[in-house]
T-cell receptor, first 113, second 120 residues
Framework: AQTVTQSQPEMSVQEAETVTLSCTYDTSESDYYLFWYKQPPSRQMILVIRQEAYKQQNATENRFSVNFQKAAKSFSLKISDSQLGDAAMYFCAYISNTDKLIFGTGTRLQVFP | GAVVSQHPSRVICKSGTSVKIECRSLDFQATTMFWYRQFPKQSLMLMATSNEGSKATYEQGVEKDKFLINHASLTLSTLTVTSAHPEDSSFYIC????????????????FGEGSWLTVV
């Protein structure tokens, strides 16, 4: 069965600095999608970034970028120039064309001024 | 952009009654929707996968008779918590898969706003 693992329950970063959140996954599929979602206290799920497994190039969205290592089944999120508004729970998620969307346990990110 | 609407956002019901939560895709056809439950300070726990026109696929440990899921149209899936009890109080959230751009770059998941259920 597919699994998603986030080994960092909590992380903290100074404002304007860079932080990396880790995610590993396990799958036997070759075609799948990986996501990072942000969940603020409102509980709304906000898509941060998405990576298609067939693409070798790492996805980037402004201050957010990923390091996608398909062979190692690793999908880390880098947040550059951290802002106070980045503080939230971050969830890594996986889905394939024939499967369900599953989440990691989450990482709580704190941003200090 | 595509939007998924979930209603109600908050509901309080008496123990023993049933409550229905709706998940609606507003501008795309969602053949697949997912229902999650989230306990405080925990991740989203997948309850079931809802496929339009067929029975939902429930995750292990989720009571099918208690959490009834219906996906009668391409834009609407409902979760009914039957004979609710205080332990069913939780945050429930749905998501819908947009296949409209094909299996490649257009494959996107959208989330509803979530529903807080309190059973008293």
């Amino acid at each position: 069965a597919q699994t998603v693992t986030q080994s960092q329950p909590e992380m903290s970063v100074q404002e304007a600095e860079t932080v990396t959140l880790s995610c590993t996954y396990d799958t036997s599929e070759s075609d799948y999608y990986l996501f990072w979602y942000k969940q603020p206290p409102s509980r709304q799920m906000i898509l941060v970034i998405r990576q298609e497994a067939y693409k070798q190039q790492n996805a980037t969205e402004n201050r957010f970028s990923v390091n996608f290592q398909k062979a190692a089944k690793s999908f880390s999120l880098k947040i550059s120039d951290s802002q106070l508004g980045d503080a939230a729970m971050y969830f890594c998620a996986y889905i394939s064309n024939t499967d369900k969307l599953i989440f990691g346990t989450g990482t709580r990110l704190q941003v200090f001024p | 952009g595509a939007v998924v609407s979930q209603h109600p956002s908050r509901v309080i019901c008496k123990s023993g009654t049933s409550v229905k939560i709706e998940c609606r895709s507003l501008d795309f056809q969602a053949t697949t929707m997912f229902w999650y439950r989230q306990f405080p300070k925990q991740s989203l726990m997948l309850m079931a996968t809802s496929n339009e026109g067929s029975k939902a696929t429930y995750e292990q440990g989720v009571e099918k008779d208690k959490f009834l899921i219906n996906h009668a149209s391409l834009t609407l899936s409902t979760l009914t918590v039957t004979s609710a009890h205080p332990e069913d109080s939780s945050f429930y959230i749905c998501s819908a898969r947009d296949w409209s751009s094909g299996q490649g770059a257009g494959n996107t998941i959208y989330f509803g706003e979530g529903s807080w259920l309190t059973v008293v």
